[in-house]
């Protein structure tokens, strides 16, 4: 028999776990599904400053798991499995994880993104060999060294600003002439001596023997390659929200994103999306906090109704 | 001449203060204005209990206060001045108040709401004598003494529990035959031997001599009429969105709010509206804080565009 619930929510980020914490204050028999580990994408970031009630920033691991920590004290039932599939029956939804089969009544989904590839040569080869998409993970293994950057968002130009910590050198690298994160982190980096930047430029490929050595990179306007001796790259280049699994499930839009409206219901009845996994999410932890309150909202409602 | 910005910012509470943080980070030339005192209506609970981050639950004064250190922290202008009007014209928007005439080319609407009143005899003559719409403020005054709490939804309940600290008998009063309120307050509230409930009941007058010394109740089935002798009358019967002002700017639903898409864009472009007053809030702190930012990144993109 599939262990029954009132409401599963999957995934542990700020998103699934403010669901969480309002769905087990209104006492509905909940479950949390989680992967990899509570906290989501935030827990990547090396100082959040834009969380609102921490005026001198918090650690991202920290962060998130004071979130934790506050969902389950009120109860909330969490388990961690991946999430294969969802079947929509009769009033039921079927949930197929890596660990068994639960069903409940609805289901809230806030599997948030991962960081999406670069998708060139040598990149599958060296990760774990240079190649990183998490510079607090990764970042103390390159102290003294050249690293690369590429990217020109908050989380790209956040992590150049960490890595030089750690790096002697850190290059940023970035397909567009100008950055696109906010104007008080671009001054942080500006500022900074031991970043430089390449605009207009692109990585073709990344080489080296056991470890990484080098990248080559194209400048987009003037079609010239160069190279760029570096031991680490870290990937920031956007994010790829997690919905393969659901394409047969809910109606999503053209990027992958899971389609919703105000109150975060999607396409099918009794199934709703919170955070960066739904369409025009800002893809910041407090907006994704405000999505999750608000679909276990309606989650109540759907229950009660 | 008006002083001139690129976005003002109408209100202090959750969603106005991080609207300003994220248009502060951003480097936008921000003005946000307050008519009474940062941090908005959650500045009035006791206890804090669901805004994520803080397990061990918060004080509302002192989570406004993190708020809107952190807010101004990163160049956020404040003024103390309440808004009488927003006039629309040409790209810019005139913002009408206390203080004289500012304009900016963005305007974000966060000015939230207020208790609703019971408009029953004595309530105005009372307010201040024993009438209080805010328990803690006004809790300690009545130590020892029976006081009413008015409404069922979570306001009402939780500030019913909070005031068993002063009071030796608390009843609480509801039209409905149920409470509103989530369910872990509920029960939090049934396991307190000095709350009473009087359910399916309404207050028809508020009586005393220089102060509260007792309601008119009437049973909404048995129609049957009774006094209860108390000291104090807190009222938390729903919130009134603050846009009475704004009937002739924005397009507003039937019950005052304003109607607002997904990235919180109103009727009239360049205005953006974000937490309780807007249509469709779910009435929470971090509900609010997550429409502020994503006010914010709307208003940005506007600025740009």
Do not use: W
């Not at 659901?246 to 990027?255: A, E, M, Q």
């Amino acid at each position: 028999m599939n262990k029954s619930y009132q409401l599963i929510i999957v995934g542990g980020g700020p998103a699934g776990l403010t669901a969480g914490l309002y769905a087990a204050r209104s006492r509905l028999h909940t479950l949390l599904l989680e992967k990899a580990g509570f906290g989501g994408q935030i827990t990547n970031a090396e100082d959040v400053d834009n969380f609102p009630g921490f005026p001198q920033g918090i650690n991202g691991m920290e962060l998130g798991d004071l979130i934790h920590k506050q969902a389950t004290k009120y109860g909330l039932e969490t388990a961690l499995a991946e999430v294969k599939g969802i079947e929509v029956g009769d009033g039921r939804k079927l949930v197929r994880t890596s660990e068994g089969d639960f069903e409940a009544k609805a289901v809230i989904i806030a599997g948030g993104s991962e960081f999406a590839k670069l998708g060139v040569p040598g990149e599958a080869e060296y990760t774990g060999k240079g190649v990183s998409y998490c510079a607090t993970c990764d970042g103390a293994f390159f102290r003294d060294q050249a690293v690369a950057v590429i990217g020109g968002g908050n989380a790209a130009v956040t992590e150049a600003i960490f890595l030089t910590k750690f790096a002697s050198r850190v290059v940023l690298i970035h397909r567009r002439d100008h950055l696109r994160a906010t104007k008080v982190i671009q001054e942080k980096a500006q500022a900074n001596p031991k970043i430089e930047f390449i605009l207009s430029s692109v990585v073709e490929a990344i080489e080296g023997d056991t470890l990484v050595r080098r990248l080559r990179l194209r400048n987009l306007k003037t079609k010239q390659q160069s190279t760029l001796d570096v031991s680490g790259v870290f990937v920031f280049v956007g994010l790829k929200p997690n919905t393969d699994y659901l394409i047969s499930t809910v109606k999503l839009d053209d990027d992958g994103h899971i389609a919703v409206n105000q109150n975060m219901e999607t396409s099918v009845p009794g199934i709703f999306a919170a955070g960066d996994i739904r369409r025009d999410s800002i893809k910041q932890a407090i907006a994704a906090a405000g999505d999750g309150a608000i679909a276990a909202v309606s989650a109540e409602r759907y229950l009660e109704g």
